[in-house]
């Protein structure tokens, strides 16, 4: 994954190293940019409180309390822990554009978000991001 745009990732392995870390499903979703079937996806209905962080590297990326249920398929934030968490890019593949969100510690593929859809949150944005580009930090 190069874009030329983009800040180099702080951490930077090859695919072969990517691969022995990631089991294929990560490695499909995380470093080739595949989206898991909707609700498959272990944190889809998660209320548990605490910390998501990307499963490839382990850096903070979401909290639970912008956490909501958007009833889409897949995990829904509205707001990012900390906006320099993740790097927004345009995405133009399926014919349409779209917002990819990337972790801005590995680069690796999260998901999308969307803009503008009415649910009643703050931002009015839902970060819709992979179960499998997450692991959940419980709190405590």
């Known amino acids: 994954m190069t874009d030329t745009s983009l800040p180099a990732p702080k951490i930077q392995l090859t695919p072969q190293q990517w691969r022995s870390k990631l089991n294929p499903e990560e490695y499909a979703v995380l ?13 889809t209905d998660t209320k548990t409180e605490g910390v ?3 499963r ?8 639970s309390t912008e956490k909501f249920d958007s009833h889409c398929g897949w995990p829904s934030f509205f707001d990012p822990a900390d906006s320099s968490a993740v790097i927004l890019r345009a995405d133009d593949s399926l014919g349409m554009r779209r917002v990819e969100v990337l972790c801005a510690t590995c680069h690796s593929h999260l998901g999308h978000v969307f803009e503008g859809e009415g649910y009643p949150t703050p931002t009015d944005q839902r970060y819709c991001i992979n179960s499998i580009a997450l692991r ?3 709190k405590g």
């Open 136 to 138: 959940l930090e419980p």
């Open 31 to 43: 470093r080739e940019a595949a989206t898991e079937r909707p609700f498959t996806g272990e944190y």
């Open 56 to 63: 490839a590297c382990g850096a903070e990326l979401f909290r």
């Open 52 to 54: 998501y962080a990307c």
